[in-house]
């Protein structure tokens, strides 16, 4: 049994591709693609776009997601609902399910469009704004910082949760003569949740790496952008604590 989604904005570029199944896919994306683990392919030209292609393989059929949303589909469904809450995200383009007759799942598949000349925020930080020793690198920042607080305030608002919200998931472009740009990526875990702990964690995962690379005056400046108080400062330092006690 299988399962092939295609967002209609792509469905006229998919079909000049004639790849009608699954198993076609993986073998077109990924020729000899191993069986047990995740591989993500680097950008490639297909069709004139630049695309990231994601496979999940199993040895075996996968009890795990019985009845369940793969990671992949999961990760489709939340790049939609980025979308609808106004989070620039990468356009998701196509997700595939391959299950037994058992509805085990055995492969799951999506397929994202690039984000053009992107860089990783740690990669960003490291090149444009390393520290606070110029003007110039105190307004990047501190524009960082703003921008990552509103989204996170605009998902957590909108009931959602990534649930993997470290840095290497956010990405930022800078197009000549413009602020730079924030967007997200990478959520096969995330959901709509109003649970505080589950808001906790974007928070916490965030100032883990915060915590090596700001300065406290640019964390308590995220914080205050977010909407938060020292209560929540509290409670942020306390799940770190919890959750990564030796990091």
Not at 47 to 65: I, L
Not at 85 to 108: F, N, S, Y
Not at 130 to 147: I, S
Request: charged share 30%.
């Amino acid at each position: 049994m299988e399962s092939l989604l295609i967002d209609p904005r792509a469905h006229d570029w998919w079909r000049a591709l004639r790849l009608d199944s699954c198993a076609d896919v993986v073998r077109f994306f990924l020729p000899g693609a191993p069986s047990t683990k995740t591989v993500v392919v680097t950008p490639r030209t297909v069709g004139g776009r630049e695309v990231f292609f994601k496979v999940y393989q199993y040895a075996g059929p996968s009890w795990r997601f019985w009845l369940r949303r793969s990671k992949a589909r999961c990760e489709y469904d939340n790049y939609a609902a980025f979308e609808n809450i106004g989070i620039p995200t990468a356009r998701h383009l196509v997700c595939g399910e391959e299950r037994d007759v058992l509805g085990r799942l055995c492969r799951a598949f999506i397929l994202t469009e690039a984000i053009p000349r992107a860089w990783t925020l740690p990669q960003f930080v490291e090149e444009h704004c390393p520290d606070r020793a110029t003007a110039k690198h105190r307004q990047l920042r501190d524009d960082l910082c703003r921008q990552m607080a509103t989204l996170v305030r605009r998902i957590h608002d909108a009931g959602f949760s990534h649930h993997d919200l470290v840095w290497r998931n956010i990405l930022v472009t800078w197009p000549p003569h413009e602020q730079p740009k924030i967007w997200w990526i990478d959520c096969p875990r995330g959901g709509f949740s109003r649970q505080h702990r589950r808001q906790l964690k974007d928070l916490a995962s965030l100032d883990k790496m915060a915590s090596m690379h700001c300065t406290p005056g640019e964390r308590v400046l995220f914080l205050r952008s977010y909407g938060g108080d020292k209560q929540l400062a509290k409670e942020v330092l306390a799940y770190r604590e919890r959750r990564w006690p030796n990091e």
